[in-house]
T-cell receptor
Framework: GENVEQHPSTLSVQEGDSAVIKCTYS??????FPWYKQELGKRPQLIID?????GEKKDQRIAVTLNKTAKHFSLHITETQPEDSAVYFC?????????????FGDGTTLTVKP | DAGVTQSPTHLIKTRGQHVTLRCSPI?????VSWYQQVLGQGPQFIFQ???????GRGNFPDRFSARQFPNYSSELNVNALLLGDSALYLC????????????FGSGTRLTVV
C-alpha cells in the first residue's frame, strides 16, 4: 500500500535557527502535498501545501520543496520562534476527479528553545 | 463562517457496542474525509465521500462504514467496538475538487473500555 516516511521524528532547534523536515512517499500517483501543524489537544491545521506541478512554494517563514522524480518533499521553517513548537505532519494525497486517498507521515515533534 | 464541526467531542463506549460520529463540513465543501488518529501517530485515512458516494477507502475493516447526506454532512459508524478503536476521529472537508484545501474539525475522542 501507499506509505509516507517522515524524518526526523523529533527536532530541537534554538530560536532563530532553521528547521527542516523531510518526507518520502511511495505512491507515484500522489499529486498534492500538504503540511499540517498540530498543537497538543488541537486539530491539525494546514500551514502550507504544494501541488505536483510546482517545485517550490514559500509563505513568509515557511517553504516547501517537492522533488517528484525522487518522490520526496520537505518543509523548511526559517527564523524559528517558540510558538512554532508543535507536531508537524506531511501528507501525500492522490486526488483525481474526487477520488482522493491520503496518506500521512507519523509526524515530527518540533521544539524551539528560547 | 463556521469551520468543520464534529459531534460529540468525547465519547466512552464499551467493547462490542457501536458508535456513530457526525461531521458537518464547511459551507460550500462537498467532500468529506474521515481519519483515525492514535496518540503519537499521524492521521490514518478511513474514507472519503463526495456527492454522497464513497470515493476512497483506507485499510480499515468492514466494521467501519460511513455515509454522506444531501447537505454534505457525514456520519462514521463503527460496529463491534474493540479496545484498539480508541482514538481521535477527525473529519476533514475540502473544496469540490477532491484533494485540495483539507480543513480538519476538532475531532471526536472515542474511548473504548
Amino acid at each position: 500500500g501507499e506509505n509516507v516516511e517522515q524524518h526526523p521524528s523529533t527536532l530541537s532547534v534554538q530560536e532563530g535557527d532553521s528547521a527542516v523536515i523531510k518526507c518520502t512517499y511511495s505512491d507515484s500517483a500522489s499529486n498534492y502535498f500538504p503540511w499540517y501543524k498540530q498543537e497538543l489537544g488541537k486539530r491539525p491545521q494546514l500551514i502550507i501545501d504544494i501541488r505536483s506541478n510546482v517545485g517550490e512554494k514559500k509563505d513568509q517563514r515557511i517553504a516547501v520543496t517537492l522533488n517528484k522524480t525522487a518522490k520526496h518533499f520537505s518543509l523548511h521553517i526559517t527564523e524559528t520562534q517558540p510558538e512554532d513548537s508543535a507536531v508537524y505532519f506531511c501528507a501525500a494525497i492522490r486526488g483525481n476527479t474526487n477520488a482522493g486517498k491520503s496518506t500521512f507521515g507519523d509526524g515530527t515533534t518540533l521544539t524551539v528553545k528560547p | 463562517d463556521a469551520g468543520v464541526t464534529q459531534s460529540p467531542t468525547h465519547l466512552i463506549k464499551t467493547r462490542g457496542q457501536h458508535v456513530t460520529l457526525r461531521c458537518s463540513p464547511i459551507s460550500g465543501h462537498k467532500s468529506v474525509s474521515w481519519y483515525q488518529q492514535v496518540l503519537g501517530q499521524g492521521p490514518q485515512f478511513i474514507f472519503q465521500y463526495y456527492e454522497k458516494e464513497e470515493r476512497g477507502r483506507g485499510n480499515f475493516p468492514d466494521r467501519f462504514s460511513a455515509r454522506q447526506f444531501p447537505n454534505y454532512s457525514s456520519e462514521l459508524n463503527v460496529n463491534a467496538l474493540l479496545l484498539g478503536d480508541s482514538a481521535l476521529y477527525l473529519c476533514a472537508s475540502s473544496l469540490p475538487r477532491a484533494g485540495y484545501g483539507y480543513t480538519f474539525g476538532s475531532g471526536t475522542r472515542l474511548t473504548v473500555v
